[in-house]
Antibody, heavy 120, light 107 residues
Framework: QVQLQESGPGLVKPSETLSLTCTVS????????WSWIRQPPGKGLEWIGY???????NYNPSLQSRVTLSVGTSKNQVSLKLSSVTAADTAVYYC??????????????WGQGTLVTVSS | DIQMTQSPSSLSASVGDRVTITCRAS??????LNWYQQKPGKAPKLLIY???SLQSGVPSRFSGSGSGTDFTLTISSLQPEDFATYYC?????????FGQGTKLEIK
């Protein structure tokens, strides 16, 4: 059973960089894309981007100038960096596997999520 | 970006009821539509992918239909564990986008 676990600081100061890691267990990151999705408290879901295990990325244009995703295949990890954060970036951040059936893509495995608060 | 609009935003129903949630896309997305269930404090869980394919392990009382711009999620007989928030999501084009959610509450 594939399991994902997000980790990183729960508090980040405004203008600094948010850094999170997603560790995948029970399976390899190879052969799949891995996404980050966030959810501000009490609000809906926003897709941040995905990275293919080989390193190819695709970002939400609304965040593209501030987001960097990377993979660490030897550690079975995927990482997120979001620069120049503001209070609007306060959210629960999820990592998720992009599963595929035929030509359909969906988020089939999710981490438990980690709350990141942006505050001085 | 493709806008996804769900209706209703909230819904009260009783155990045993048949419930339908609608999701409309701002442009045609063929059948690239997924449904998720989220309970408070938990990550979303995939229910339906490709508009109508049931994810492994999901009870058969959940079903999805539609194509193009209009989609529905139906729960044939509500169970106590089904009270949650439901989201649709399109995977037709980048950026992937979600509906605003439908909160299903106990009447």
């Amino acid at each position: 059973q594939v399991q994902l676990q997000e980790s990183g600081p729960g508090l980040v100061k405004p203008s600094e960089t948010l850094s999170l890691t997603c560790t995948v267990s029970g399976g390899s990151i190879s052969g799949y894309s891995w996404s980050w999705i966030r959810q501000p408290p009490g609000k809906g879901l926003e897709w941040i981007g995905y990275i293919y295990y080989s390193g190819t990325t695709n970002y939400n244009p609304s965040l593209q100038s501030r987001v960097t995703l990377s993979v660490g295949t030897s550690k079975n990890q995927v990482s997120l960096k979001l620069s120049s954060v503001t209070a609007a970036d306060t959210a629960v951040y999820y990592c998720a596997r992009v599963g595929h059936g035929g030509n359909k893509y969906y988020f089939d495995y999710w981490g438990q999520g980690t709350l990141v608060t942006v505050s001085s | 970006d493709i806008q996804m609009t769900q209706s209703p935003s909230s819904l009260s129903a009783s155990v045993g009821d048949r419930v339908t949630i609608t999701c409309r896309a701002s442009q045609s997305i063929s059948s690239f539509l997924n449904w998720y269930q989220q309970k408070p404090g938990k990550a979303p869980k995939l229910l339906i992918y490709g508009a109508s394919s049931l994810q492994s392990g999901v009870p058969s009382r959940f079903s999805g239909s539609g194509s193009g711009t209009d989609f529905t999620l139906t729960i044939s007989s509500l169970q106590p564990e089904d009270f949650a928030t439901y989201y649709c999501q399109q995977s037709y084009s980048i950026p992937y986008t979600f509906g605003q959610g439908t909160k299903l509450e106990i009447k």
